[in-house]
């Protein structure tokens, strides 16, 4: 069983950076796809980035791009998401998830952490 903790939220003001990590847990964690979801208040889970288990393949919402950066230490057991330039409209929980097959495949998630809340002051 995978089992995914999230770290690194916290205040920032606009045009600030945060790093999230997420530790994950079991020798199958380099076999699993890694992302990261966020949830803004009222709002629905939407995804922000994901990687390959190997790490050379990435996505990112439109929104983001330019601006986040998903990487992974498999050595490590952890993935990163290293948010810049951040704005307001950035805040939210961010979930750290994993699953079995493609990177692009992240409407299949199978395992959730528990989020870190991201709060980004104008």
């Known amino acids: 069983q995978v089992q995914l903790v999230e770290s690194g939220g916290g205040l920032v003001q606009a045009g600030g950076s945060l790093r999230l990590s997420c530790a994950a847990s079991?020798?199958?964690?380099?076999?699993?796809?890694m992302g990261w979801f966020r949830q803004a208040p009222g709002k629905e889970h939407k995804f922000v980035a994901s990687i390959s288990w190997s790490g050379g393949s990435t996505a990112y919402v439109d929104s983001v791009k330019g601006r986040f950066t998903i990487s992974r230490d498999n050595a490590k057991n952890t993935v990163y998401l290293q948010m810049n330039s951040l704005k307001p409209e950035d805040t939210a929980v961010y979930y750290c998830?994993?699953?079995?097959?493609?990177?692009?495949?992240?409407?299949?998630?199978?395992?959730w952490g528990q989020g870190t809340q991201v709060t980004v002051s104008s």
């Open positions: 079991g020798r199958a964690f380099r076999t699993y796809a």
């Open positions: 998830a994993a699953w079995g097959g493609s990177y692009r495949d992240y409407d299949k998630v199978g395992y």
